[in-house]
C-alpha cells in the first residue's frame, strides 16, 4: 500500500502557489506531497555569446537543494559550485522550458528560472520544472505589463512527473522511499497535446521490458496533462490569453 492509500496510478495532492515571492517577475511554490519548491524567474538584458546580435532570447536555469531540504544531515549551500546531480537537472529544466516559446519573442534577453528544493520528498527535479514553467509564464506578464514586449507570446504548456517500476507496477509521482526501492526511475516531459520534450530512464533494479517502458511512457503524459489543467487555471486566472 503507498503512503496515504494512493493508488498506483494516482498523483501526490499538487498545490501552486503564484506569485510566491514578490519582488521578481515571476515565481511559484510547488507543493507535490511532502515536495515543496520555490521557482523565482529574473530578467536581464544580454544573452550568452552566442546569441548576440541574434534577435533571440535565452532561457537557462539553476537548482538547489537548501540546507535542511532532506532531514537533519545538513546540505551545504552550493556558492559558486554545483555537484554533477544538480548541474545535470538544471540542464534538464533549461532544455525542457526553451521548448515552451519561440525565445525570439523576448529580444536579446536572458530568463533565468532559479528552483530551490527547501523539502525533499523524492520527485525534485520534476516539480523544479513544473514550479519553474509557471515562474517563466508568469514573468512574459511581467515583461508585457512593463511594456518591454509588444504582447505575449505564443507558449506551449508542459509538466513534468516520475513514473517507477517496481517489478512489474508502475507507479506514478514517486515519493522517496518509492524511489529509493524501484527498479526503474523515469522521468517524462511532455506537452498538453501530448507530444514528449524529454524522457530519462534510469535502472537500478531488474532490466525494463519494453513493453512496460510504453506503458509507463503513456501513463506519464496522461498524468501529465492533469498537472497541467492545474496550471491552466493558474495562468488564466492571472490574465495571461493561450
Request: hydrophobic share 40%.
Amino acid at each position: 500500500m503507498r503512503a496515504n492509500d494512493r493508488s498506483a496510478a494516482e498523483l501526490r495532492p499538487i498545490t501552486f502557489v503564484p506569485g510566491y515571492v514578490r519582488s521578481v517577475p515571476g515565481s511559484a511554490l510547488c507543493e507535490q506531497g511532502h515536495t515543496r519548491v520555490v521557482a523565482t524567474a529574473t530578467i536581464e538584458d544580454r544573452v550568452p555569446f552566442f546569441l548576440k546580435k541574434s534577435g533571440r532570447g535565452w532561457i537557462t536555469a539553476e537548482y538547489a537543494m537548501l540546507p535542511g531540504s532532506s532531514g537533519n544531515q545538513r546540505i551545504a549551500r552550493e556558492r559558486g559550485k554545483i555537484n554533477n546531480r544538480s548541474g545535470e537537472i538544471q540542464r534538464f529544466i533549461g532544455r525542457a522550458l526553451r521548448t515552451v516559446l519561440d525565445t525570439q519573442a523576448l529580444g536579446e534577453r536572458t530568463v533565468t528560472l532559479d528552483a530551490d528544493v527547501i523539502q525533499a520528498d523524492g520527485g525534485t527535479r520534476c516539480a523544479s520544472l513544473n514550479a519553474s514553467f509557471l515562474a517563466l509564464v508568469l514573468s512574459l506578464k511581467h515583461l508585457v505589463y512593463e511594456q518591454v514586449i509588444a504582447d505575449f507570446p505564443v507558449f506551449r504548456f508542459i509538466a513534468a512527473v516520475a513514473i517507477g517500476v517496481c517489478g512489474k507496477e508502475i507507479l506514478v509521482d514517486l515519493d522517496y522511499e518509492e524511489d529509493s526501492r524501484c527498479d526503474s526511475d523515469i522521468n517524462i516531459v511532455s506537452t498538453g497535446d501530448g507530444d514528449l520534450v524529454e524522457v530519462q530512464s534510469f535502472c537500478e533494479g531488474a532490466p525494463l521490458p519494453p513493453e512496460l517502458f510504453a506503458r509507463a511512457i503513456a501513463l506519464g503524459v496522461d498524468k501529465n496533462r492533469e498537472i497541467i489543467a492545474i496550471q491552466q487555471k493558474i495562468v488564466r486566472a492571472a490574465g495571461i490569453p493561450f
